[in-house]
C-alpha cells in the first residue's frame, strides 16, 4: 500500500519515538551543542569530490572554473535545509516524503511515485562511485606501503568499513567523521597557505581568471561531475534527512496534536538551518583548497590523475608544496578522508535501501526492527559490491564520474519535491518566507538545465 494513501497511519515509530518532547534551545549556543548531522554528513561531502574530481578539474583546467566550483558547493544547501524542515516537522522519512508526489507507476506491492522507480534504477552507478572511493581510499594505502597492492589495499579498505558500520553507533559514527574531515581538511588548509611560498604561488590574475566565467567546452563531463559530487549531493541529501531523524529533531518536535507543536517545531527547524550553515561551511573550506592546489600544481606540472596512478600523481599537490617528506602526510590524510565518505556512503545508504524497502511495499513501516535488519544487512553486503567494481575498473576518477552525473540527474527532482511538499503537505504555519521559496525555484530551473547537460553529454 503506498504511503501516500489516506489509510495508512502518520504515526511511525522510527521518526517519532514516544516521551522524547524536548523545548529547543533558544540561543545560538544552545543550537550549536546540538549540532550532529552536518559532522556526518561532511564525511560523505568531504571526499571524491573534493580530492578526487575536484582537484583532477584544476588540474584539467587550471583557474577558470573556480566560480563553477563556488556555485557547485553552494546551489544545493537551501535545498538540504528546507528538505529538512518538512522531515523534521512531519514525521515523514525521505522516501515517504517523496512517495507523495502526484504521478503514479505501478510498483511491487501498489502503486509508488515515479521518482521510487528512478531512484531504484540508480543504485547501480551509486554503488559504482562508492568503489571508486573505497578503491582511492586503497591506493593511499598502496602510496604508503608500496609492497601492499592497491588491490589488496583496497579489499581491506572495504573489509574494515563493514566491521566498523555493523556496530550500528550513530554517536560513534559521528565522532569518527568529526575526527576523520577535519584532521585532513586543516592539513590541505595549511598546504594551500604554504604554497604561496613556493614557485606555485596564485597570483591576483589567477584569481580573477576564475571569476571570468570561462568555460573549457573540451572539459564538460569533468565539470558536470564536479557539480553532481561537490557540495551536498543528491545521493547526501537523503541521508541527511535520516542523521536529522536518528539525532532525535522529529521526536523532539512530536505530533501536530501536542501542545506547543508549532513553537517547538520552529525551534529545532532553526537548529538544522544551524545544522546546513555548519555543513556548508565544512565544505567550502575543504573544497576550495583542494581546488586551488589542483590548479596551482598540478595544472602547472602537468599532471592529469587517471587510473591506477590517481592518488600518487594527486600526492604532487603535497609533495611540491611541502616537499618529499609530506607524501606521508598526503597518503594518511587521503585515507582518511576517503575512508570517512566510505563510511558515511555505506552508512547512508544503508537507511536509503531500508526507506525504499518500506516505501515498495515489502516492510511494514512499523517494523522498525526490519528497518535496522536491512540497514546491518546493506552495511555487510554493499562494501564487497562497491569492490568487486572497483575490481572490474582500477580508475577511481572514472568510477565517481559515473556516480557523480548520476546525482546531478536527480538534483532537480529534489528540489521540485521540496517545493511540491511545501504547497500541498507542509503545514501552512511552517512554510518558509517568499524570498526563499522564489529562490528554490530559481535553483530548481538551474538544476533542471544541468541536468540537461547530463543528458546531452551522455548520450551524445
Not at 522531515?87 to 504521478?103: E, K
Not at 586543516?186 to 571570468?212: H, K, N, R, W
Not at 538544522?272 to 581546488?291: G, H, M, N
Not at 511545501?422 to 518558509?432: N, S
Amino acid at each position: 500500500m503506498a504511503d501516500s494513501d489516506p489509510r495508512v497511519p502518520a504515526a511511525d515509530p522510527y521518526t517519532r519515538r514516544d516521551g522524547e518532547l524536548k523545548a529547543p534551545p533558544t540561543t545560538l549556543l544552545g543550537r550549536v551543542r546540538h549540532l550532529g548531522p552536518s559532522i556526518v554528513i561532511s564525511g560523505a561531502i568531504v571526499g571524491s569530490g573534493e580530492i578526487i574530481l575536484t582537484a583532477s578539474l584544476g588540474a584539467a583546467v587550471g583557474f577558470a572554473l573556480f566560480w563553477w566550483v563556488l556555485m557547485s558547493c553552494w546551489i544545493k544547501s537551501l535545498t538540504q535545509a528546507e528538505l529538512s524542515r518538512y522531515i523534521i516537522s512531519s514525521g515523514d522519512t525521505y522516501l515517504r516524503a517523496i512517495n507523495r508526489l502526484p504521478g503514479k507507476i505501478p510498483g511491487p506491492r501498489g502503486p509508488v511515485a515515479w521518482p521510487l522507480g528512478l531512484t531504484t534504477l540508480a543504485q547501480i552507478p551509486g554503488i559504482m562511485g562508492l568503489g571508486g572511493i573505497v578503491g582511492g581510499a586503497g591506493q593511499s594505502i598502496h602510496l604508503l606501503t608500496p609492497e601492499i597492492p592497491a588491490v589488496v589495499a583496497t579489499g581491506g579498505a572495504a573489509l574494515l568499513s563493514v566491521v566498523l558500520l555493523l556496530s550500528g553507533s550513530y554517536r560513534l559514527l559521528e565522532r569518527s567523521m568529526l575526527v576523520l574531515v577535519l584532521s585532513f581538511s586543516f592539513a590541505t588548509l595549511v598546504c594551500s597557505i604554504l604554497m604561496q611560498f613556493t614557485e606555485y604561488a596564485i597570483t591576483p590574475a589567477d584569481l580573477a581568471a576564475g571569476f571570468s566565467f570561462d568555460f573549457p567546452i573540451a572539459f564538460l563531463g569533468l565539470a558536470l561531475a564536479v557539480y553532481g559530487y561537490t557540495g551536498v549531493n543528491s545521493t547526501e541529501i537523503p541521508p541527511y534527512t535520516f542523521w536529522c531523524i536518528e539525532k532525535g529533531y522529529p521526536s523532539f518536535i512530536g505530533s501536530p496534536d501536542t501542545s506547543g507543536y508549532v513553537e517547538r517545531a520552529k525551534g529545532w527547524i532553526r537548529v538544522v538551518q544551524t545544522d546546513v550553515l555548519a555543513t556548508l561551511i565544512i565544505l567550502t573550506c575543504a573544497t576550495v583548497p583542494f581546488y586551488l592546489l589542483g590548479a596551482g600544481v598540478l595544472n602547472a606540472m602537468g599532471e592529469r590523475p587517471q587510473g591506477p596512478e590517481t592518488i600518487s600523481a594527486l600526492s604532487n599537490m603535497f609533495t611540491e608544496t611541502l616537499g618529499p617528506w609530506s607524501v606521508w602526510l598526503f597518503g594518511l590524510g587521503a585515507f582518511c578522508i576517503l575512508f570517512s565518505t566510505t563510511l558515511a556512503g555505506f552508512a547512508g545508504g544503508a537507511r536509503y535501501i531500508a526507506d525504499l524497502t518500506i516505501a515498495l511495499g515489502f516492510v511494514e513501516r512499523r517494523r522498525v526492527d526490519i528497518r535496522q535488519k536491512i540497514i546491518r544487512g546493506w552495511c555487510l553486503f554493499a562494501p564487497f559490491v562497491a569492490f568487486g567494481f572497483y575490481l572490474w575498473i582500477q580508475n577511481p576518477v572514472l568510477l565517481v564520474t559515473v556516480g557523480a552525473v548520476t546525482a546531478a540527474l536527480f538534483l532537480p527532482i529534489q528540489t521540485g519535491a521540496v517545493l511540491w511538499l511545501q504547497r500541498h503537505q507542509l503545514d501552512p504555519r511552517l512554510r518558509p518566507s517568499a524570498f526563499v521559496r522564489v529562490a528554490l525555484w530559481v535553483i530548481f530551473w538551474v538544476e533542471l538545465a544541468m541536468s540537461g547537460l547530463v543528458i546531452r553529454f551522455v548520450v551524445f
